[in-house]
Protein backbone atom coordinates (compact mmCIF):
# COMPACT_ATOMS: atom_id res chain seq x y z
CA UNK A 1 0.00 0.00 0.00
CA UNK A 2 1.56 3.00 -1.64
CA UNK A 3 -0.83 5.43 -2.31
CA UNK A 4 -1.68 7.99 0.67
CA UNK A 5 -4.92 8.42 -0.72
CA UNK A 6 -5.88 4.60 -1.54
CA UNK A 7 -4.80 4.19 2.67
CA UNK A 8 -6.76 7.35 3.84
CA UNK A 9 -9.90 5.89 1.62
CA UNK A 10 -9.58 2.06 3.27
CA UNK A 11 -9.21 3.85 6.75
CA UNK A 12 -12.41 5.80 6.24
CA UNK A 13 -14.71 2.92 5.35
CA UNK A 14 -13.31 0.45 7.34
CA UNK A 15 -13.90 3.62 10.62
CA UNK A 16 -17.41 4.05 9.13
CA UNK A 17 -18.51 0.40 8.79
CA UNK A 18 -17.85 -0.28 12.66
CA UNK A 19 -18.11 2.99 14.06
CA UNK A 20 -21.98 2.79 15.19
CA UNK A 21 -20.77 -0.24 17.48
CA UNK A 22 -18.58 1.80 20.00
CA UNK A 23 -19.08 5.03 21.92
CA UNK A 24 -15.63 6.43 20.46
CA UNK A 25 -13.08 4.68 17.66
CA UNK A 26 -9.99 6.31 16.14
CA UNK A 27 -8.28 3.72 13.42
CA UNK A 28 -5.23 3.88 12.50
CA UNK A 29 -2.68 3.16 9.63
CA UNK A 30 0.88 3.29 8.66
CA UNK A 31 3.18 2.04 5.69
CA UNK A 32 6.86 1.11 5.51
CA UNK A 33 7.39 3.80 3.79
CA UNK A 34 5.81 6.52 6.58
CA UNK A 35 2.44 7.24 5.16
CA UNK A 36 0.03 7.48 7.79
CA UNK A 37 -4.16 7.99 8.08
CA UNK A 38 -5.60 8.39 11.08
CA UNK A 39 -9.82 8.59 11.43
CA UNK A 40 -11.70 9.49 14.74
CA UNK A 41 -15.67 9.05 15.07
CA UNK A 42 -18.09 8.81 18.08
CA UNK A 43 -17.72 10.23 21.39
CA UNK A 44 -14.58 10.62 24.00
CA UNK A 45 -17.43 10.26 26.60
CA UNK A 46 -21.49 9.49 26.04
CA UNK A 47 -23.98 10.52 24.73
CA UNK A 48 -22.17 13.83 23.59
CA UNK A 49 -18.94 14.67 24.75
CA UNK A 50 -16.49 15.68 21.72
CA UNK A 51 -14.78 13.90 19.27
CA UNK A 52 -11.81 11.72 19.64
CA UNK A 53 -8.52 12.68 17.71
CA UNK A 54 -5.51 11.15 17.14
CA UNK A 55 -3.69 12.22 20.42
CA UNK A 56 -6.65 10.90 22.58
CA UNK A 57 -5.65 8.73 25.03
CA UNK A 58 -6.79 5.42 25.40
CA UNK A 59 -6.29 2.41 28.28
CA UNK A 60 -4.57 -0.56 25.76
CA UNK A 61 -4.39 -3.05 28.06
CA UNK A 62 -3.19 -6.53 27.58
CA UNK A 63 -1.36 -4.83 24.18
CA UNK A 64 1.19 -3.54 27.21
CA UNK A 65 2.33 -6.62 26.68
CA UNK A 66 4.25 -6.32 23.10
CA UNK A 67 6.44 -2.97 24.95
CA UNK A 68 7.22 -5.66 28.09
CA UNK A 69 8.69 -8.53 25.34
CA UNK A 70 10.41 -5.41 24.03
CA UNK A 71 11.53 -4.30 27.09
CA UNK A 72 13.29 -8.04 27.71
CA UNK A 73 14.60 -7.92 24.47
CA UNK A 74 16.65 -4.71 24.83
CA UNK A 75 17.98 -5.60 28.14
CA UNK A 76 19.04 -9.04 26.11
CA UNK A 77 20.90 -7.44 23.39
CA UNK A 78 21.90 -4.97 26.06
CA UNK A 79 23.70 -8.08 27.71
CA UNK A 80 22.04 -7.70 31.13
CA UNK A 81 20.37 -11.02 30.68
CA UNK A 82 19.72 -13.62 28.11
CA UNK A 83 16.54 -15.24 26.98
CA UNK A 84 17.38 -18.19 29.57
CA UNK A 85 18.00 -16.40 32.56
CA UNK A 86 15.77 -17.99 35.19
CA UNK A 87 13.27 -15.70 36.52
CA UNK A 88 14.52 -17.09 40.25
CA UNK A 89 17.69 -14.97 39.08
CA UNK A 90 15.79 -11.75 39.19
CA UNK A 91 13.62 -12.23 41.98
CA UNK A 92 15.65 -14.04 44.40
CA UNK A 93 13.32 -12.95 47.24
CA UNK A 94 10.42 -15.31 45.82
CA UNK A 95 11.17 -19.29 45.94
CA UNK A 96 9.90 -19.27 42.27
CA UNK A 97 8.01 -22.73 41.42
CA UNK A 98 9.29 -25.28 39.32
CA UNK A 99 8.32 -28.03 37.82
CA UNK A 100 9.61 -31.67 37.12
CA UNK A 101 12.86 -30.05 37.79
CA UNK A 102 12.47 -27.32 35.00
CA UNK A 103 12.91 -23.51 36.37
CA UNK A 104 10.56 -20.45 34.47
CA UNK A 105 12.98 -18.41 32.25
CA UNK A 106 12.45 -15.05 30.74
CA UNK A 107 11.19 -16.49 27.51
CA UNK A 108 8.92 -18.61 28.83
CA UNK A 109 6.85 -15.54 30.56
CA UNK A 110 7.33 -13.56 27.44
CA UNK A 111 5.78 -16.66 25.45
CA UNK A 112 3.17 -17.51 27.82
CA UNK A 113 5.14 -21.49 28.35
CA UNK A 114 5.65 -20.39 31.95
CA UNK A 115 2.58 -23.03 33.23
CA UNK A 116 1.74 -19.86 35.12
CA UNK A 117 -2.13 -19.16 35.93
CA UNK A 118 -3.92 -16.20 33.88
CA UNK A 119 -4.73 -14.85 36.84
CA UNK A 120 -2.80 -14.34 40.27
CA UNK A 121 -5.65 -13.90 42.27
CA UNK A 122 -7.77 -17.30 44.14
CA UNK A 123 -10.93 -18.10 42.12
CA UNK A 124 -12.88 -16.47 44.86
CA UNK A 125 -11.08 -13.26 44.81
CA UNK A 126 -10.91 -13.49 40.91
CA UNK A 127 -14.73 -13.23 41.02
CA UNK A 128 -15.14 -10.21 43.34
CA UNK A 129 -12.96 -8.88 40.85
CA UNK A 130 -14.83 -9.22 37.78
CA UNK A 131 -18.02 -8.09 39.92
CA UNK A 132 -15.85 -5.05 40.76
CA UNK A 133 -14.61 -4.18 37.42
CA UNK A 134 -17.75 -2.78 36.91
CA UNK A 135 -16.51 0.38 38.13
CA UNK A 136 -13.38 0.55 38.58
CA UNK A 137 -9.58 -1.34 38.67
CA UNK A 138 -10.07 -4.87 39.67
CA UNK A 139 -6.37 -5.40 40.27
CA UNK A 140 -6.19 -2.47 42.87
CA UNK A 141 -5.49 -4.68 45.56
CA UNK A 142 -2.43 -6.28 43.50
CA UNK A 143 0.90 -4.64 44.19
CA UNK A 144 4.13 -5.60 44.00
CA UNK A 145 4.54 -8.06 47.34
CA UNK A 146 0.94 -9.34 46.99
CA UNK A 147 1.64 -10.53 43.07
CA UNK A 148 5.26 -11.52 44.22
CA UNK A 149 3.62 -13.78 46.95
CA UNK A 150 1.05 -15.56 44.64
CA UNK A 151 3.91 -16.42 42.88
CA UNK A 152 5.72 -17.81 45.89
CA UNK A 153 2.20 -19.66 46.30
CA UNK A 154 1.78 -20.85 42.54
CA UNK A 155 1.34 -24.12 41.49
CA UNK A 156 2.79 -24.77 38.17
CA UNK A 157 -0.09 -26.30 35.21
CA UNK A 158 2.67 -27.67 33.26
CA UNK A 159 6.38 -28.18 32.98
CA UNK A 160 7.64 -24.76 31.93
CA UNK A 161 8.75 -24.19 28.20
CA UNK A 162 6.47 -27.57 27.39
CA UNK A 163 2.68 -27.70 26.23
CA UNK A 164 0.75 -25.35 25.07
CA UNK A 165 0.34 -21.72 24.55
CA UNK A 166 -1.70 -21.01 28.18
CA UNK A 167 -2.29 -17.17 28.32
CA UNK A 168 -1.29 -15.25 31.95
CA UNK A 169 -1.72 -12.16 32.79
CA UNK A 170 0.14 -13.45 35.83
CA UNK A 171 3.54 -13.93 34.29
CA UNK A 172 3.07 -10.77 32.62
CA UNK A 173 2.97 -9.31 35.28
CA UNK A 174 6.02 -11.11 36.63
CA UNK A 175 7.98 -10.72 34.03
CA UNK A 176 7.66 -6.33 34.20
CA UNK A 177 8.75 -6.67 37.60
CA UNK A 178 11.94 -8.93 37.14
CA UNK A 179 12.47 -7.03 34.05
CA UNK A 180 12.58 -3.19 36.46
CA UNK A 181 15.14 -5.67 38.60
CA UNK A 182 17.15 -6.77 35.97
CA UNK A 183 17.21 -3.35 34.92
CA UNK A 184 17.88 -1.15 38.08
CA UNK A 185 15.31 1.05 36.98
CA UNK A 186 13.00 3.13 39.21
CA UNK A 187 9.78 1.64 38.09
CA UNK A 188 8.22 -0.05 35.44
CA UNK A 189 6.77 3.18 33.79
CA UNK A 190 10.30 4.76 33.73
CA UNK A 191 11.52 1.54 32.08
CA UNK A 192 8.90 1.87 28.98
CA UNK A 193 10.09 5.78 28.91
CA UNK A 194 13.70 5.46 28.89
CA UNK A 195 14.23 2.16 26.43
CA UNK A 196 10.84 2.94 24.22
CA UNK A 197 8.79 6.00 24.22
CA UNK A 198 12.09 8.20 24.17
CA UNK A 199 14.20 6.38 21.58
CA UNK A 200 11.24 5.73 19.16
CA UNK A 201 9.46 9.73 19.78
CA UNK A 202 6.38 8.75 21.54
CA UNK A 203 5.35 10.94 24.18
CA UNK A 204 1.93 9.73 25.06
CA UNK A 205 2.34 6.45 26.04
CA UNK A 206 2.35 6.32 30.03
CA UNK A 207 0.80 4.36 33.22
CA UNK A 208 -0.36 7.67 34.83
CA UNK A 209 -0.58 10.41 32.64
CA UNK A 210 0.11 13.95 33.92
CA UNK A 211 -2.48 16.90 34.14
CA UNK A 212 -1.97 17.56 30.29
CA UNK A 213 -2.37 14.13 29.11
CA UNK A 214 -5.74 13.51 31.59
CA UNK A 215 -7.36 16.32 29.86
CA UNK A 216 -6.94 14.22 26.58
CA UNK A 217 -8.04 11.13 28.05
CA UNK A 218 -11.39 9.47 26.76
CA UNK A 219 -13.97 8.10 29.40
CA UNK A 220 -14.31 4.09 29.53
CA UNK A 221 -17.72 2.95 29.10
CA UNK A 222 -18.97 -0.68 30.02
CA UNK A 223 -22.00 -2.61 28.58
CA UNK A 224 -25.12 -0.06 27.58
CA UNK A 225 -22.54 2.78 27.65
CA UNK A 226 -22.05 3.38 31.24
CA UNK A 227 -18.83 5.20 32.37
CA UNK A 228 -16.40 3.65 34.00
CA UNK A 229 -13.31 4.35 36.02
CA UNK A 230 -9.88 3.91 34.88
CA UNK A 231 -7.65 1.09 35.55
CA UNK A 232 -4.17 1.68 36.86
CA UNK A 233 -3.05 -2.48 37.27
CA UNK A 234 -0.28 -0.98 39.37
CA UNK A 235 0.61 -4.69 40.84
CA UNK A 236 1.06 -5.64 37.14
CA UNK A 237 1.87 -3.28 34.77
CA UNK A 238 4.11 -5.14 32.68
CA UNK A 239 0.66 -7.33 32.07
CA UNK A 240 -1.54 -4.31 31.02
CA UNK A 241 -1.17 -0.97 32.69
CA UNK A 242 -0.45 1.54 29.51
CA UNK A 243 -2.49 3.90 27.54
CA UNK A 244 -1.46 5.34 24.71
CA UNK A 245 -2.85 6.94 21.69
CA UNK A 246 -3.12 6.54 17.57
CA UNK A 247 0.11 8.78 17.11
CA UNK A 248 2.04 6.99 19.43
CA UNK A 249 0.60 3.66 18.63
CA UNK A 250 1.27 4.04 14.77
CA UNK A 251 4.59 4.92 15.67
CA UNK A 252 5.50 2.25 17.18
CA UNK A 253 3.86 0.14 14.62
CA UNK A 254 6.24 2.18 12.17
CA UNK A 255 9.14 0.74 14.01
CA UNK A 256 8.35 -2.60 13.88
CA UNK A 257 8.11 -2.01 10.22
CA UNK A 258 11.61 -0.46 9.83
CA UNK A 259 13.33 -2.18 12.74
CA UNK A 260 16.77 -0.95 10.92
CA UNK A 261 15.87 2.51 11.12
CA UNK A 262 15.40 2.27 15.15
CA UNK A 263 17.58 2.73 17.69
CA UNK A 264 15.72 -0.23 18.95
CA UNK A 265 16.26 -2.01 15.75
CA UNK A 266 17.84 -5.63 16.67
CA UNK A 267 15.57 -5.77 19.62
CA UNK A 268 12.83 -5.62 17.38
CA UNK A 269 14.50 -7.78 15.30
CA UNK A 270 14.09 -10.80 18.04
CA UNK A 271 10.72 -10.08 18.93
CA UNK A 272 9.43 -11.14 15.44
CA UNK A 273 10.45 -14.67 14.68
CA UNK A 274 8.01 -17.39 15.96
CA UNK A 275 9.01 -18.90 19.53
CA UNK A 276 6.38 -21.70 19.98
CA UNK A 277 4.06 -22.54 17.14
CA UNK A 278 0.57 -23.30 17.05
CA UNK A 279 -2.03 -25.15 15.29
CA UNK A 280 -3.51 -21.92 14.25
CA UNK A 281 -1.74 -19.01 16.79
CA UNK A 282 1.88 -19.47 17.54
CA UNK A 283 3.74 -16.78 19.26
CA UNK A 284 7.05 -14.83 19.44
CA UNK A 285 8.32 -12.64 21.65
CA UNK A 286 5.07 -10.89 23.27
CA UNK A 287 3.66 -10.70 19.02
CA UNK A 288 0.95 -13.00 18.48
CA UNK A 289 1.38 -14.94 14.92
CA UNK A 290 -1.30 -15.96 12.65
CA UNK A 291 -0.91 -16.92 9.01
CA UNK A 292 -2.54 -14.93 5.70
CA UNK A 293 -3.06 -15.86 2.47
CA UNK A 294 -0.31 -16.00 0.74
CA UNK A 295 1.99 -17.46 3.10
CA UNK A 296 1.93 -13.87 4.89
CA UNK A 297 2.29 -13.56 8.81
CA UNK A 298 0.35 -11.09 10.39
CA UNK A 299 1.66 -10.17 13.85
CA UNK A 300 -0.42 -8.79 16.62
CA UNK A 301 -2.21 -8.60 19.78
CA UNK A 302 -5.14 -6.96 21.54
CA UNK A 303 -6.18 -5.46 24.79
CA UNK A 304 -8.80 -4.58 27.18
CA UNK A 305 -9.92 -3.50 30.50
CA UNK A 306 -13.23 -2.37 32.09
CA UNK A 307 -14.13 0.46 29.53
CA UNK A 308 -11.60 0.27 26.87
CA UNK A 309 -10.17 -1.84 23.65
CA UNK A 310 -7.34 -1.93 21.83
CA UNK A 311 -6.11 -4.35 19.32
CA UNK A 312 -2.18 -3.48 16.96
CA UNK A 313 -0.95 -5.66 14.64
CA UNK A 314 1.33 -5.51 11.07
CA UNK A 315 2.29 -7.62 8.51
CA UNK A 316 5.94 -7.19 7.59
CA UNK A 317 6.03 -8.24 4.13
CA UNK A 318 3.00 -5.92 3.04
CA UNK A 319 4.86 -3.06 5.00
CA UNK A 320 1.35 -2.11 6.98
CA UNK A 321 0.38 -1.46 10.50
CA UNK A 322 -2.94 -0.71 12.12
CA UNK A 323 -3.67 0.03 15.18
CA UNK A 324 -7.56 0.32 16.45
CA UNK A 325 -8.78 2.32 20.11
CA UNK A 326 -11.82 2.36 21.47
CA UNK A 327 -13.04 3.85 24.55
CA UNK A 328 -16.04 0.32 25.35
CA UNK A 329 -15.87 -2.78 25.82
CA UNK A 330 -17.10 -4.11 22.27
CA UNK A 331 -13.88 -5.78 20.46
CA UNK A 332 -11.89 -3.77 17.83
CA UNK A 333 -10.19 -6.98 16.62
CA UNK A 334 -12.59 -7.18 13.82
CA UNK A 335 -11.89 -3.19 13.02
CA UNK A 336 -8.09 -3.78 12.84
CA UNK A 337 -8.18 -7.63 10.56
CA UNK A 338 -10.66 -5.72 8.16
CA UNK A 339 -8.21 -3.23 8.07
CA UNK A 340 -5.22 -5.52 7.73
CA UNK A 341 -6.89 -7.61 5.35
CA UNK A 342 -8.30 -4.58 3.00
CA UNK A 343 -4.10 -2.98 3.30
CA UNK A 344 -2.52 -6.14 2.23
CA UNK A 345 -4.38 -7.36 -0.77
Not at 129 to 135: G, L, P, T
Not at 268 to 291: D, Q, Y
Request: glycine share 10%.
Amino acid sequence: MSDPEALDEAVERIAARHSKQHVGLVVGAVTSAGARSVVPVGRVRAPDGPTPHADTLFEIGSVTKVFTALLLAEAVTRGELSLDTPLSDLLPEVTVPTRDGAAITVEHLATHTAGLPNNPLPFSAAIRAQWKARDGDPWDTIDRAALLTALGEAKLRRTPGTGRIAYSNFGAGVLGHALVAATAARDFGELVRSRICEPLGMTDTVIIPDQEQAEREAVGHRRRRRTTGHWEVAGLPGAGALRSTATDMLAFLHAQLRPDDTPLGPAIALTHPERRPGKRLGIGLGWLRVPMKGDRVMLWHNGGTGGFRAFAGFVPTAGVGVATLANDVRSVDRVGLDLLTALST
